[in-house]
């Protein structure tokens, strides 16, 4: 983005409605440093009939957000319901009527040399036009990673913290660069974890296979969403179990979930077919779900949309000015 485009796009920074230009941290700052933050992702679905901002499972991501920001001791004064506010308030503001990305980031705000944990944390989101993350269209290429997922006690990946996906962009640079369009990643012990940045799916004689959480995985969002509408829609069940490398080469069928990939068809893997190298029929009838859910097209998911035309909380929008 440029700064002519910045000038035009409202960011939430240290409690106020600023110009995205001006949300700007000192070069000193800990989290700049060392990392030492915690990010999530939301998407926003826009539906031109009803001309509509849907932001899908708002209130779930916040909760995580807040659960996260406790391995790096941080105490932030707000609540879910306030950060949910807040983020409605910054997609108005912002007048989008296209599909977005929401980024909320917790920070060490402490300008100082050391790792230390110190006091001292803030919020910031910033929302972007984003359509799809990676190609949804075609399956797509990927390839195990020579790089290993972050082990638990090492930096946890259920944590969403800022510099463990230096890991992350190790595995899907490798990839990208090796003519591939994304990684799989497994753990220490060499059984598969996840993508680079995304969960992963399996499937095997009928049913969905993905790997437990303790596997060194994102306790994703957009996987719960998968298994539950699998089981709803499509009558498949989801097996939470370990999976070996080789078995990705007999999959019937994989697919990468998440925020920003959505729902994505996986083709081959270390340049072997899956399936028939093309997005697979289960796969792609969780594709065209999912699309209706976030769109706002099945009313029996409501529960997971926040339109953002929605009442704002006065005190929490009043607070931010």
Not at 111 to 129: M, R, W, Y
Request: glycine content about 8%; hydrophobic content about 40%; charged content about 20%.
């Amino acid at each position: 983005m440029t700064p002519e485009q910045m000038k035009n796009v409202t960011a939430y920074f240290q409690g106020r409605f600023v110009p995205l230009a001006e949300a700007n941290i000192n070069v000193m700052t800990h989290a700049f440093n060392y990392g030492t933050g915690v990010f999530e992702g939301i998407r926003g679905y826009w539906n031109r009939d009803t001309r509509e901002m849907y932001l899908f499972r708002l209130r779930e991501h916040y909760e995580r957000f807040l659960q996260n920001t406790g391995f790096l001791k941080m105490k932030l004064p707000y609540s879910a319901q306030d950060l949910c506010d807040i983020s409605v308030e910054l997609v108005r503001k912002n007048g989008f009527d296209e599909n977005v990305y929401l980024r909320p980031l917790a920070y060490k705000t402490a300008c100082q040399i050391g790792t230390k944990l110190s006091p001292g944390e803030d919020v910031t989101i910033f929302a972007v036009p984003m359509g799809d993350y990676v190609d949804t269209t075609r399956s797509l290429a990927a390839c195990v990673s020579t790089w290993r997922r972050l082990e638990d006690n090492a930096i946890p990946a259920r944590g969403k913290i800022c510099g463990g996906y230096v890991n992350s962009a190790l595995a899907a640079t490798e990839a990208r660069d090796n003519g591939y369009d994304e990684a799989i990643m497994l753990n220490e012990a060499g059984k598969v974890s996840e993508g680079a940045a995304m969960n992963m799916f399996m499937v095997r004689h009928g049913k969905l296979v993905t790997t437990p959480v303790y596997s060194n995985i994102l306790e994703g969002i957009t996987r719960s969403t998968v298994v539950e509408i699998a089981a709803n829609e499509l009558g498949i069940e989801t097996e939470y179990r370990q999976i070996d490398r080789s078995e990705l080469y007999i999959a019937d069928e994989i697919f990468f979930c998440g925020t920003g990939a959505q729902i994505a068809g996986i083709g081959s893997v270390d340049r072997r077919e899956v399936g028939d190298g093309d997005t697979g029929p289960i796969t792609a009838k969780l594709q065209a779900i999912y699309s209706d859910v976030v769109q706002g097209r099945l009313s029996e998911y409501s529960k997971w949309l926040t339109p953002c035309s929605a009442p704002v909380a006065a005190a929490v929008v009043a607070a931010a000015h």
